[in-house]
């Protein structure tokens, strides 16, 4: 029994072996958007007691468009807001560097509306 079990295992092994035997083109891909000019980057704030205000920065040619905070409790609770253009808030101003920041990243023009600072304005 074991010798027969063998026998076909070892005839599916060589069967599978050479139908494989043809070489696969390797696959290639299409872009799935194509990458807008507008980016967004992001400055972190901290905030007493163990809170943070994060904003999101939306520009087009290195010109603001539009401004996201986002103030977020120790307790995760948070509040956002709009506002045209470039935009610190007195506390962050007072603080001096954000404690990180990311760099630029294009945003892919499929997802331009989904961003709601964009959206406001209606940025193409």
Avoid: W
Avoid at 3 to 19: K, P
Avoid at 75 to 84: A, E, F, H, I, T
């Amino acid at each position: 029994m074991k010798r027969l079990l063998a026998a076909i295992l070892g005839q599916l092994v060589v069967q599978t072996t050479f139908a494989q035997a043809e070489p696969q083109q390797p696959k290639t891909y299409a872009p799935r958007s194509v990458a807008s000019d507008v980016y967004i980057r992001t400055e972190n704030y901290p905030r007493p007691p163990y809170s943070g205000a994060t904003y999101y920065i939306y520009e087009r040619n290195a010109q603001v468009i539009c401004t996201k905070l986002e103030e977020c409790s120790k307790y995760g609770q948070c509040s956002v807001r709009y506002v045209n253009g470039a935009y610190k808030d007195d506390q962050d101003v007072q603080t001096g560097e954000p404690y990180a920041k990311t760099a630029p990243t294009a945003i892919p023009r499929a997802s331009l509306k989904r961003h709601a600072c964009l959206a406001r304005r209606r940025v193409d």
